[in-house]
Nanobody, 131 residues
Framework: QVQLVESGGGLVQAGGSLRLSCAAS????????MGWFRQPPGQDREFVAA????????DYADSVKGRFTISRDDGDSTLSLQMNNLKPEDTAVYYC????????????????????????WGQGTQVTVSS
């Protein structure tokens, strides 16, 4: 069973940058659709970004488009999220997710995929953006 471990969270001032990483193990990372989600305090988990197994298709939440970039390194089995121009409303716990039941899918399961489309999750990393 695939295991996902996030890192890179922290406290940053508005306008700053952070790079989140997700290390995967226990499965064929290169075959998986991967995604980032976040859960702000007191709110539901929400979609941030997703990338297909071959990196050809990506999608972003409208709120982060142009500021965040999702990428993957299959050699290191690592998923990344580069976050620039951070805003206080980006404050949340960020989760890495994998869709492991269907391999090598070239298309996202839906526009802005929901948490239900992913079956493996990390423990999350806290990102706090101060104003």
């Amino acid at each position: 069973q695939v295991q996902l471990v996030e890192s890179g969270g922290g406290l940053v001032q508005a306008g700053g940058s952070l790079r989140l990483s997700c290390a995967a193990s226990g499965g064929p990372f290169s075959a998986y659709l991967m995604g980032w989600f976040r859960q702000p305090p007191g709110q539901d988990r929400e979609f941030v970004a997703a990338i297909t197994w071959n990196g050809r298709n990506t999608d972003y939440a409208d709120s982060v488009k142009g500021r965040f970039t999702i990428s993957r390194d299959d050699g290191d089995s690592t998923l990344s999220l580069q976050m620039n121009n951070l805003k206080p409303e980006d404050t949340a716990v960020y989760y890495c997710a994998a869709e492991t039941l269907v391999a090598y899918t070239d298309h996202l399961p839906a526009p802005k995929p929901a948490p239900k489309h992913f079956d493996a999750w990390g423990q999350g990393t806290q990102v706090t953006v101060s104003s």
